[in-house]
């Protein structure tokens, strides 16, 4: 057996193997997804134009959406003074907040948390129900950013039948006390 030192700038797979990989890439037919390291506000909210119809509307550090029962709520997870036109962010919070709802009951919060296993569900300190999920994007490709938010909000709207219930239940329990 012929043993040989390791020489760094040796090419053990041959010289035309990076000309290949690239040829195969560009060919289309394993072309990847485009990898994301970072995004503007931009970006987000045209991937969340996707799926909500309304109009974002643009705070000094986050993208406010005013949903029926919800008001949906992107900002950078870091800590920033400032996120606006072409400012990037490594990673994204979404949190929906329910409107109009003062909610204690701790048995659903935690049927909810059971019940959608990729969003937090918890109570703030102004005693609203909040669906939140975080999101890196470090070497994600934009099927996984679009997937990602595409599964928020389907677990978004079905939380919303159970808000809405909810909200419908509150409503007739304030005015059979008048």
């Not at 040796?10 to 990076?18: A, C, E, R």
């Not at 970072?38 to 119809?53: G, H, K, R, S, Y």
């Not at 997937?147 to 939380?159: E, F, K, P, V, W």
């Amino acid at each position: 057996m012929n043993k040989k030192s390791f020489d760094k700038e040796n090419n053990p797979f041959g010289t035309d193997l990076s000309d290949d990989l690239c040829q195969i890439m560009s060919s289309g037919h394993y072309q990847p997804g485009e990898i994301i390291e970072n995004v503007t506000m931009f970006d987000v909210t045209q991937l969340i134009e996707e799926v909500v119809v309304e109009d974002a509307i643009y705070k000094k550090n986050r993208i406010l959406y005013e949903l029926d029962y919800f008001d949906l709520i992107v900002r950078p997870l870091e800590s920033v003074t400032s996120w606006s036109g072409e400012e990037t962010v490594s990673s994204l919070y979404f949190e929906s907040r329910v409107k109009n709802l003062s909610f204690f009951d701790y048995q659903l919060l935690s049927e909810f948390n059971l019940r959608y296993k990729l969003l937090k569900v918890f109570i703030n300190n102004e005693n609203q129900l909040c669906f939140c999920f975080p999101l890196i994007l470090e070497g994600v490709t934009t099927e996984h950013l679009i997937g990602a938010i595409h599964s928020y909000m389907t677990d978004l709207q079905s939380a919303r039948k159970m808000i809405k219930e909810l909200v419908c239940t509150k409503d007739i329990d304030t005015t059979s006390k008048h």
